[in-house]
């Protein structure tokens, strides 16, 4: 009952952060002039295929941190998934409003390594199945971090 409970309560704080990075973003991608200009990697998907992804990364997301939350956690630990949050949520308004390519970049490296080190410190505390929730998350990343520095 519990990490049924935290499920929900990580849904609402994982896509609430999306929301909010969404909102200091202002307009969508596709219609941001900027961007429709940048030159893109030939391997960018579709823009229907982030709210694909997003969605997906966020529910398994958001069963990790129920698995995670649902036991004693370090104050370390906790730290680094707020951390998270607002690195994913600063992403957006950095480089779709203030066009810091690099900057953006950098908080992309600093969102994997965090992901990475949270993962480390769970890996006690998680079952090794529940480790692979966060790989789609840690893919996608990899993705972003590659289509970021494409348009450097």
Sequence with gaps: ???????????????GGLYLGGILMGSSPGSNTWYKNL??????????????????????????CARAFSSPLPKKTVGLFILQWILNIAWNPVFFNF???????????????????????????????ATFLILPYLLWLCI??????YVL
């Design 1 to 15: 009952m519990k990490k049924t409970l935290l499920f929900f309560v990580f849904l609402i704080i994982n896509f």
């Design 39 to 64: 030159q893109k990697a030939p391997w960018t998907p579709p823009g229907y295929f982030f709210g694909i992804a997003w969605t997906i990364i966020m529910i398994l997301y958001s069963i990790y």
């Design 99 to 129: 066009h810091e390519i690099l900057l953006g970049l950098l908080l992309l490296i600093l969102l994997f390594m965090t992901l990475i080190l949270i993962n480390k410190y769970l890996r006690l505390t998680l079952t090794s199945t």
């Design 144 to 149: 972003a971090m590659s289509l970021n520095a």
